[in-house]
């Protein structure tokens, strides 16, 4: 593959994982807000056209580690940023990869902080239904030794050793 047709390849790669990126924001912001209340219909939606964005995003880095495989170079970072020295040698690309590695962050960190939403909720209805059902609540710790251990709490704390 000629250096030109690759970097011309890479571009539309960026710019398409830039696009998806910005989308799968713009669905975990409004994901969070989603989650802090009750219907599930939208949290099902949400959580769908997320699957879909990050299966794109999935394919789209399959692309380039076959891209960076095909001319020789490793399937990684490293490999990635060889392959753009070669075919970008004045580094016009590398304001896209930028962006893009800003977005994922961003990603991530809405990601973060929906998955304590719903761990924060999960909590909530287990607490609820132990109350409702009079069953105690069932907690996973770790015991003096590390191992995992299963608890019983019951809501009542009567001692501690």
């Not at 879909?52 to 076959?66: D, T």
């Not at 105690?136 to 019951?154: E, F």
Request: with cysteine; charged share 30%; glycine share 8%.
């Amino acid at each position: 593959m000629d250096p030109l047709v690759c970097r011309e390849h890479l571009t539309e790669l960026f710019r398409e994982e830039s696009t998806l990126l910005a989308e799968l924001e713009q669905l975990l912001s409004r994901e969070a807000g989603i989650l802090e209340g009750s219907d599930i219909r939208e949290i099902e939606q949400t959580t769908r056209a997320r699957q879909e964005r990050m299966g794109a995003l999935a394919r789209l880095e399959e692309q380039r580690r076959s891209l960076c495989a095909m001319h020789g170079f490793a399937a990684d970072r490293a490999g990635l940023e060889a392959v753009m020295a070669w075919c970008d040698p004045s580094g016009m690309l590398t304001e896209s990869l930028r962006d893009c590695a800003i977005r994922a962050v961003r990603c991530r960190e809405l990601n973060d902080h929906n998955g304590v939403l719903v761990t924060a909720r999960l909590k909530r209805v287990e607490s609820l239904l132990g109350t409702l059902t009079g069953r105690p609540t069932r907690l996973d710790t770790y015991g003096p030794r590390g191992y995992g251990v299963a608890s019983i709490r019951s809501g009542r704390v009567l001692g501690a050793a």
